[in-house]
T-cell receptor, first 111, second 116 residues
Framework: EDQVTQSPEALRLQEGESSSLNCSYTVSGLRGLFWYRQDPGKGPEFLFT???AGEEKEKERLKATLTKKESFLHITAPKPEDSATYLCAVDRGSTLGRLYFGRGTQLTVWP | NAGVMQNPRHLVRRRGQEARLRCSPM?????VYWYRQLPEEGLKFMVY????????ESGMPKERFSAEFPKEGPSILRIQQVVRGDSAAYFC??????????????FGEGSWLTVV
């Protein structure tokens, strides 16, 4: 069964059109929730780690938030260079490193 | 992605051959993880290693796959007698510590294996 579900699968935005990506999880004992960005043919690039409900982190046009059941990645005034697949992953164990990934949201921002 | 080095980036093997993928962790990192990304699927954990030790290999297929992280040199993921279903992107990641203390893990650029 899926532990991490991301939606939508694909999202097309016009440059400057803000939106949010969703990551819902069903694991208990969450140790951390991770967001990565992945460009075609590349490895995942670390963006954020969130540890507890209510936590928020920001980086440039991206803001990640966490509740007890889901996380949102808000993209404010996106640019074409923000186009990528955004991956969400959870760590439910006692050891950092074993992450359970969602299938990602493929974001396309057109000029 | 800076610092985790994987090679080769692309590898083509015929069915039945062996594939060896190498990973050098970021400087100062002693923990290595291997993940596999099959076409149209998400990243899946395979194995977690420290120097000379396999800590968690619960994600590894039972046959043909093995991993090591020797005292000297890179970590190696070895796939024997490859089949077409092994075609995938294999990612290595590393972290500086084992305990969950605010550290994160960083991924390499991946090795793309194609079995023909």
């Amino acid at each position: 069964e899926d532990q991490v579900t991301q939606s939508p699968e694909a999202l097309r935005l016009q440059e400057g059109e803000s939106s949010s990506l969703n990551c819902s999880y069903t694991v208990s004992g969450l140790r951390g929730l991770f967001w990565y960005r992945q460009d075609p043919g590349k490895g995942p690039e670390f963006l954020f780690t969130l540890y507890s409900a209510g936590e928020e982190k920001e980086k440039e046009r991206l803001k990640a938030t966490l509740t007890k059941k889901e996380s949102f990645l808000h993209i404010t005034a996106p640019k074409p260079e923000d186009s990528a697949t955004y991956l969400c992953a959870v760590d439910r164990g006692s050891t950092l490193g074993r992450l359970y990934f969602g299938r990602g949201t493929q974001l396309t921002v057109w000029p | 992605n800076a610092g985790v080095m994987q090679n080769p980036r692309h590898l083509v093997r015929r069915r039945g051959q062996e594939a060896r993928l190498r990973c050098s962790p970021m400087k100062g990192h002693s923990h290595v993880y291997w993940y596999r990304q099959l076409p149209e699927e998400g990243l899946k954990f395979m194995v977690y290693l420290q120097k000379e030790n396999i800590i968690d290999e619960s994600g590894m297929p039972k046959e043909r796959f093995s991993a090591e992280f020797p005292k000297e040199g890179p970590s190696i993921l070895r796939i024997q007698q490859v089949v077409r279903g092994d075609s995938a992107a294999y990612f290595c990641a590393s972290s500086p510590a084992r305990d969950f203390s605010g550290n994160t893990i960083y991924f390499g650029e991946g090795s793309w294996l194609t079995v023909v």
